[in-house]
């Protein structure tokens, strides 16, 4: 697989004109990106469409969205006319309630998949479940011959969320994240890292641009001296990355995690003295 990953700068959006103008400047920065060759999927931050933070959010009556709404459709019609599948984060409305989303639509433009952020994090620089829910489904879906699944930022957090996804048959787990400066910030990518060598996947970790953002995180199903991982720096940057079944493959062999798990853990007694 050819993915191209975009650690984009977002503006600020407080109105749908703002809004609107930054996917066009996105859209463009894309045709640029995908001008010699098309990948098989572009992937976006956590809420790329619109800014982060409580200022942003207390503007949702106007920047949220549906399917069927105008940053859909916008994402939709470049999916079209590129021929690949693009994978975006947007605050989403669905009966009556906000979800953290990110919604993949496909080279012909139609949905591909969409994921509702399943923890909504309430701590540090984050004030995201004062407006938004929860989601209620998991999403491992089929692009370019791979299986993909999603979580978002604070997921990531869960380990038997990734386990879940792993058991489904992703080989590859985006990751959409809006990750400040704040004090979770600096156990990050040991998380990354973590959750794609335990579950010997590939695993994206994607963040927005800036200097209090920054720093994504490729990582590969077996990180050692030969395949470490790939951080990006905090300036805007498009990277396009090669994934290889092949190497899902030797990295379960040489690691034989699912030959050695144990399955009656729940089970075992905890030791008590006589």
């Given at each position: 697989?050819?993915?191209?990953?975009?650690?984009?700068?977002?503006?600020?959006?407080?109105?749908?004109?703002?809004?609107?103008?930054?996917?066009?400047?996105?859209?463009?920065?894309?045709?640029?990106?995908?001008?010699?060759?098309?990948?098989?999927?572009?992937?976006?931050?956590?809420?790329?469409?619109?800014?982060?933070?409580?200022?942003?959010?207390?503007?949702?009556?106007?920047?949220?969205?549906?399917?069927?709404?105008?940053?859909?459709?916008?994402?939709?019609?470049?999916?079209?006319?590129?021929?690949?599948?693009?994978?975006?984060?947007?605050?989403?409305?669905?009966?009556?309630?906000?979800?953290?989303?990110?919604?993949?639509?496909?080279?012909?433009?139609?949905?591909?998949?969409?994921?509702?952020?399943?923890?909504?994090?309430?701590?540090?620089?984050?004030?995201?479940?004062?407006h938004f829910s929860p989601g209620e489904r998991l999403l491992v879906t089929e692009v370019a011959g791979w299986r993909v699944g999603v979580v978002i930022c604070y997921d990531l957090r869960f380990p038997e969320l990734a386990r879940r996804l792993a058991d489904a048959g992703a080989e590859l787990v985006l990751?959409?994240?809006?990750?400040?400066?704040?004090?979770?910030?600096?156990?990050?990518?040991?998380?990354?890292?973590?959750?794609?060598?335990?579950?010997?996947?590939?695993?994206l970790s994607l963040n927005r641009a800036g200097h209090d953002w920054g720093q994504s995180l490729f990582c590969p199903p077996l990180v050692d001296d030969d395949h470490p991982p790939l951080a990006f720096g905090s300036d805007e940057q498009w990277h396009r990355l090669t994934l290889e079944k092949q190497a899902i493959a030797a990295a379960r062999a040489r690691l034989p995690l699912s030959r050695d798990r144990r399955d009656d853990l729940d089970v075992l007694p905890l030791w008590r003295p006589d």
């Open positions: 697989m050819q993915l191209l990953a975009g650690q984009i700068a977002i503006p600020r959006t407080r109105t749908r004109e703002e809004q609107l103008g930054h996917l066009r400047r996105v859209a463009e920065r894309l045709r640029r990106a995908c001008a010699r060759n098309t990948p098989d999927l572009v992937v976006l931050p956590e809420l790329a469409a619109q800014e982060y933070g409580d200022d942003a959010f207390a503007c949702l009556e106007v920047l949220d969205d549906d399917l069927a709404g105008p940053v859909v459709t916008t994402f939709s019609d470049l999916a079209r006319e590129l021929g690949t599948t693009i994978a975006f984060g947007m605050a989403r409305r669905a009966d009556g309630r906000r979800h953290i989303s990110q919604v993949l639509v496909g080279p012909d433009g139609r949905l591909a998949g969409v994921y509702d952020k399943l923890h909504c994090a309430q701590f540090g620089a984050s004030g995201e479940a004062a990751h959409p994240v809006a990750f400040t400066r704040d004090f979770s910030f600096a156990s990050w990518h040991a998380f990354v890292t973590t959750r794609a060598m335990e579950n010997q996947l590939y695993w």
